[in-house]
């Protein structure tokens, strides 16, 4: 059995995949992302991993983020503990705590910080909860760890929104023509995009000091005493 790795975009799987770790990219669409997950077989582990917008305003675009649980309407769903503290010793993540898993993107700074008062989460993506309901069926240890992209002060341009194919990959001729229409958008547009490249590079980095499993200790091997 390998990994699964749940993720939104192409370009997060591309960093992200390897012999012993498969990627389910989800595009940003929950059916879709559902349907892929609904026909996976038996996993080792599932993670989410992946590019986040910030809801706690002391994060920044590059920072990780580590769960100790991922939130949604759906429910609350715990990490694994071992699997949790292995992550954030390596990572050595600026938050560590509670990612909220939603089915829309936030764009502007008041939805992050009403989402903030909401839930009390560091970040916020499409896929956590998601990923973790398919841990959950398959009997699964579950993790989270996502990149900061977008700080939860940032107002993000409309155009981010029709930014993505449904297989994840950058929708660009959606993306030009939002941007025909209304020009302003081009300065943030600009600066989005400076700050998901930083966002990439620190998951590239990040994917590398995990090594090939992605962090995941021997889970089946009991702590010695040594009391």
Do not use: Y
């Not at 002391?58 to 939130?71: F, I, K, M, Y």
């Not at 081009?186 to 590398?208: K, N, S, V, Y």
């Amino acid at each position: 059995m390998s990994l699964l790795a749940v993720c939104g975009l192409q370009r997060e799987a591309a960093l992200i995949a390897s012999p012993e770790v498969t990627a389910a990219v989800g595009g940003g669409g929950r059916a879709r992302l559902e349907s892929i997950l609904s026909q996976v077989g038996p996993a080792e582990a599932v993670i989410s991993i992946g590019l986040a917008g910030a809801l706690d305003p002391t994060l920044s675009p590059g920072d990780w983020v580590v769960a100790s649980e991922v939130v949604g309407d759906g429910g609350t769903w715990p990490t694994d503990p071992r699997w949790t503290e292995a992550l954030a010793a390596r990572l050595t993540p600026r938050g560590l705590g509670r990612i909220l898993g939603g089915d829309a993107m936030l764009l502007g700074a008041a939805e992050k910080q009403t989402a903030r008062a909401r839930w009390n989460a560091l970040s916020v993506d499409m896929e956590s909860h998601l990923a973790a309901r398919a841990a959950a069926r398959l009997g699964a240890p579950f993790a989270a760890i996502r990149v900061i992209s977008d700080g939860a002060q940032r107002n993000l341009p409309a155009a981010v929104r029709v930014g993505l194919k449904p297989d994840g990959t950058m929708a660009l001729g959606a993306i030009l023509a939002t941007l025909a229409r209304d020009p302003r958008q081009l300065p943030g547009l600009i600066r989005t995009g400076r700050e998901a490249g930083r966002a990439f590079q620190a998951l590239g980095d990040g994917r590398r000091l995990l090594g090939p499993r992605i962090g995941l200790p021997d889970l089946g091997q009991l702590p010695l005493d040594v009391a």
